[in-house]
C-alpha cells in the first residue's frame, strides 16, 4: 500500500481561520476553530454574550432577586436593573402612594424595630414605577423619631422613594424572608414574581424601617414574558 503522510496545519493558517470566524461570531463556526486550534471550548462562552432580554423568565427573576438581596437599598437595586435592562428612558424612581388602610405594626414587627407598644410608627403603601413600568409594591413601617425632619417632610409631601431620603442614614439591610411566587409561562406585569421582608437599619445599627416589599412582572424585560 502506498504511504500516506499527514501533514501537521499551519499555525499561522489555524490562527487567521479564527480570527476571521470570531469576528463572524457563529457559534457553531467558533467551536470548529477552537477545535482546530487546540482549545478546549467552555460551555459557557456563547450564553455569556447573550442579551439579557434572551434569558429565559426564569433567570431573570433569580438575578432580580438576587441584586435585591445583596443591596442595602431596594431603590438603588432597581434602579440600576431599570437602567441595565433600558426599561425606561429615565431609570430613576418615583413613589406612588396608594391610599389603603393603615396596618398596625405586630409585636414580633415592633421586637425587631426595638420599639416599645406605644413608640409612634407611620405605614405607607407605595408602587414603585420606572418610566411607566410599575416594579414593585411595598408596605413600608418607619420611625419617624429616627429620621431627621426634612426626611419627613419629604416622604409626607413629595414620590421621592424612601431609599432615596433616607440614604443620609447609611442604611444596611436585613432579610427576614424570602417568599417566591409559581410562574406561569407567560408572566403579565401586574403578576407577582417574589416577596421580601426586611428590616433597615442605619449605618451605626439601629433599626428604623421594616419593609413588605411584592415584586411584579413589569421589571422583566418585554421578550422575556
Known sequence: MPRVTITALDPRAVKRCVAFLVRRDWALHLGLAALLAGIPMRPSTVAAEAPAAAQPQAALIASLQSRVLAAHSATLALESWCADHKLAGDPHLVAQRMSVADKPLSPAQRARLAIGPDEPVRYRRVRLACGDRVLSEADNWYVPARLTPEMNA??????????????????????????????AAATGPDDPLFEIDAVLSTGAGQPFCE?????????????SR
Do not use: H, S
Request: hydrophobic share 35%; charged share 20%.
Open 154 to 183: 419629604t416622604l409626607d409631601g413629595t414620590r421621592t422613594p424612601f431609599g432615596r431620603v433616607v440614604r443620609p442614614l447609611e442604611p444596611t439591610r436585613q432579610t427576614i424572608a424570602v417568599r417566591p411566587f409559581p410562574q
Open 211 to 223: 419593609v413588605a416589599e411584592t415584586y411584579l412582572g413589569g421589571a422583566l424585560p418585554e421578550a
